[in-house]
């Protein structure tokens, strides 16, 4: 069965230092993996995605992403934190069959000032 | 880009009543809609996927009775809940695949007194 996992269900770091989100997943074939994040009471915001091509992927306000085939994660990671980016954030894959996206459980990033 | 109108946006409605959702591809043709439940702070979870002009394929443990999938046009997929109750109370999100991405509806809030 297809999975992702986060294994933090919580992120908390200060503004301006540099924030990671963990993702691994289990996809047979070649995975589609994407990151989201979601606002109180709202849908879902693409950052980026990875379907193939360079393994260091860069999305929107200033997110990216890296893939990495032997450990079968896909981390969120941003440089400088800022407290805007406080939200919950959202890790999904599918493979190439064009089925639904699989996601994570979220993990709620928490910058403080 | 690819947009799905949801709507409404929130309802609130009586036990034993029913309540239609509904998503629109706004600039494109929407062959497969996916439909996702999502509980306070939790993760999306898939209900079912509906394919135009064809059933609804359910994930393992949605009442198809309940959950009332229709996917008649290229543009509208509904999603009625039947005699609602209040732990159907939940937030519903509808996704359509678009090339090597998906879209997503900006979601329904649910409440059933």
């Known amino acids: 069965a297809q999975s992702v996992a986060q294994p933090e269900d919580q992120v908390n770091v200060a503004e301006g230092n540099p924030l990671t989100v963990k993702c691994t997943y289990s996809v047979s074939g070649n995975p589609y993996l994407f990151w989201y994040v979601q606002y109180p009471n709202r849908g879902l915001q693409f950052l980026l995605k990875?379907?193939?091509?360079?393994?260091l992927v860069k999305g929107s306000y200033g997110f990216e992403a890296e893939f990495n085939k032997s450990q079968t994660s896909f981390h969120l990671k941003k440089p400088s934190a800022l407290v805007s980016d406080s939200a919950l954030y959202f890790c999904?894959?599918?493979?190439?069959?064009?089925?639904?996206?699989?996601f994570g459980k979220g993990t709620t990033l928490s910058v403080s000032s | 880009g690819a947009v799905v109108s949801q709507h409404p946006s929130w309802v609130i409605c009586k036990s034993g009543t029913s309540v239609k959702i509904e998503c629109r591809s706004l600039d494109f043709q929407a062959t497969t809609m996916f439909w996702y439940r999502q509980f306070p702070k939790q993760s999306l979870m898939l209900m079912a996927t509906?394919?135009?002009?064809?059933?609804?394929?359910?994930e393992q443990g949605v009442e198809k009775d309940k959950f009332l999938i229709n996917h008649a046009s290229l543009t509208l997929s509904t999603l009625t809940v039947t005699s609602a109750h209040p732990e159907d109370s939940s937030f519903y999100i509808c996704?359509?695949?678009?090339?090597?991405?998906?879209?997503f509806g900006s979601g329904t809030r649910l409440t059933v007194v």
């Open positions: 509906s394919n135009e002009g064809s059933k609804a394929t359910y």
């Open positions: 990875y379907i193939t091509g360079d393994n």
């Open positions: 996704s359509a695949r678009v090339g090597h991405g998906y879209t």
């Open positions: 999904a894959a599918s493979n190439q069959a064009g089925t639904a996206l699989i």
